[in-house]
């Protein structure tokens, strides 16, 4: 059946050069308490993003290359970062209708967007405005959280480890829009 674990299930939409490809393949799942990993369709992890404390608001980034941290870029900042050690790699300015992901030392920008105004649903651009990724989230009554969902991707595989930061980024996104909205 389409949709469980380990089934990929592709489907064309729009134009034949504009294929979306149904990710059901590679997919986010919670290990642990703390602990979310992006798993492969044979269910390897690819990587994972690690809140080391439940007090914290940092997180550890594991995959191949390595161990990152993921923190403000500086004190008091809205922006958030990709550290290797003490250098950044990239940023993520969090705007309220995108965030932008940029590489420190030039390279490519992604932009994620919602998809409509109140959607879930966030679309990870390149510069070329070609949808590479869409994630969504929904909301765990049972704990509160929201967990992210890899719905598609499109054209060339978008590694772990952008995929694991741009979900950080939507769940800070949404920590900040909901502690404005009471008044935090």
């Not at 059946?1 to 059901?24: D, R, S, V, W, Y």
């Not at 403000?72 to 969090?94: I, Q």
């Not at 409509?116 to 765990?140: C, K, P």
């Amino acid at each position: 059946m389409c949709g469980k674990a380990g089934i990929l299930c592709i489907f064309t939409i729009g134009e034949p050069n504009n294929t979306m490809h149904l990710a059901t393949s590679t997919r986010f799942h919670r290990t642990e308490k703390r602990t979310w990993s992006l798993l492969d369709h044979e269910g390897k992890v690819l990587g994972s993003l690690i809140k080391p404390h439940w007090y914290s608001s940092d997180r550890e980034l594991v995959v191949a290359g390595g161990l990152y941290a993921l923190r403000a870029k500086k004190r008091w900042s809205s922006e958030l970062a990709l550290f290797f050690g003490d250098v950044p790699l990239w940023t993520a300015d969090l705007a309220w209708d995108r965030i932008r992901i940029m590489a420190v030392q030039g390279g490519t920008t992604y932009i994620l967007r919602r998809k409509q105004w109140f959607s879930n649903e966030y679309h990870l651009l390149d510069l070329h405005g070609t949808v590479r990724a869409r994630i969504t989230t929904r909301m765990n009554w049972s704990d509160f959280e929201r967990e992210p969902e890899l719905v598609a991707t499109d054209g060339e595989p978008v590694e772990p480890m952008l995929l694991l930061f741009a979900a950080h980024a939507i769940h800070v996104q949404h920590e900040r829009t909901a502690g404005t909205a009471i008044g935090a």
